[in-house]
């Protein structure tokens, strides 16, 4: 009897760029594990030249570049249509909501499926001033399924429930392995005396999204009280140098920025806590990678509640929640960090536990491989 040879499934992937951000490092690390699989063929469609993670170009994978040369470029759309009738794709996978905007008309023409991959927050604004609700509302109806990497982003976009479904953050546990020495990155970064040196940190973009004002009222607050504390930010943005220029000058050997860097899990690793305040005004977080980033290293972490973040910060088991721009709350949680290293150990543990069963890549890619097949075998029964 002669054994049918199962038939290669082929996605296209669409995203508006692959910057430094959370669903970049996520088709990133979904990407390098779909390399492996032999009966997935995948392209990827990108709005941007800039591609920040490095893995991508080493994947030997094809690559479309389709630039807008203006906002309101309907060529775009063209050429879209034409890289999806060459490859053919059983399925579109868009990871934003312009991509996604992009992908219905294709898709519907060339009787493609649609994976819309947009919901990656919890929106604050729920109505059509909101340009992403509105292109959720303007996209969902012509989706085949919509993923999203919170439970709370489905449900802040009224994602449809019977075609939603929650594929949680990946993190590739290999990428914080064989680390520089932390001794060795505090002594780079501090100098002579870092080993004494207490860290917190934060891995963020400098936006008004992200709550640094609080951040650096506490810090201020908590240097003049210990002289062993030290912050170190990690990001860049537009509100980086106004961030920056609200630390006292004599303090900036104290709160330290570093800007954009590749090696985060190298720095991260030297904190002793890791912290991410949001601006719960303007943002509501989806399932943010530096929380996920700091579990993987065995950090307690302290987050702004609200949103996804709920689904990755289990209070006072692998570290805290607390109120949004509450200045109080931070400074005695850090406090607490200080004074209790049993603590600090025993939410550590907690956090990585919780990314190895949880937020663990394996995890994730079998996720999305297992709703590829379920969709295309749906559509082979219809």
């Known amino acids: 009897m002669v054994k049918k040879e199962s038939r290669i499934m ?168 064989n680390l520089e020495a932390p001794s060795l990155v505090r002594k780079e970064i501090f100098g002579e005396a870092s080993s004494s040196f207490f860290i917190a940190g934060m891995v963020a973009a400098f936006e008004d999204r992200k709550d640094y004002k609080t951040l650096i009222k506490a810090a201020i607050t908590l240097i003049e009280r210990s002289d062993n504390l030290r912050f170190i930010l990690i990001g860049d943005g537009s509100k980086f140098n106004e961030v920056k220029k609200s630390v006292p000058p004599l303090l900036l050997n104290k709160i330290i920025f570093l800007g954009r860097r590749s090696n985060v899990e190298t720095i991260i690793n030297v904190f002793n806590v890791g912290i991410l305040l949001t601006n719960a005004k303007v943002h509501g977080e989806g399932i943010s990678n530096s929380l996920i980033e700091y579990m993987a290293l065995g950090k307690p972490v302290i987050a702004t509640k609200g949103g996804g973040t709920n689904e990755v910060v289990l209070d006072n088991q692998n570290g805290y929640l607390i109120d949004p721009n509450n200045e109080k709350q931070l400074i005695e949680r850090i406090e607490e960090f200080i004074k209790q290293n049993k603590l600090l150990d025993e939410f550590g543990k907690k956090s990585r536990q919780i990314v190895l069963e949880k937020f663990n890549l394996n995890i994730m890619a079998n996720h999305y491989v297992l709703t590829y097949k379920k969709l295309l075998k749906k559509e082979a029964h219809q």
């Open 10 to 177: 082929k996605i296209l992937f669409f995203v508006s760029t692959l910057a430094a951000g959370g669903k970049e490092r996520r088709l990133t690390e979904l990407m390098k594990s779909l390399n492996l699989n032999q009966d997935i063929n995948f392209e990827l469609v990108v709005m941007s030249r800039e591609i920040h993670y490095k893995e991508v170009l080493d994947m030997d994978i094809h690559i479309h570049y389709l630039i807008r040369k203006t906002k309101k470029d309907i060529s775009s759309f063209q050429q879209f249509y034409r890289i999806c009738k060459d490859f053919r794709p059983d399925i579109v996978h868009c990871w934003d909501s312009m991509t996604a905007v992009y992908s219905i008309i294709t898709c519907k023409l060339l009787k493609i499926k649609l994976i819309n991959g947009m919901v990656v927050d919890t929106p604050v604004q729920q109505n059509i001033l909101n340009k992403y609700w509105f292109r959720a509302r303007l996209t969902f109806p012509f989706s085949n399924i919509i993923i999203g990497n919170s439970n709370a982003g489905l449900a802040a976009y009224n994602a449809p429930i019977k075609k939603s479904i929650c594929i949680y953050n990946g993190m590739d546990m290999a990428r914080f392995h």
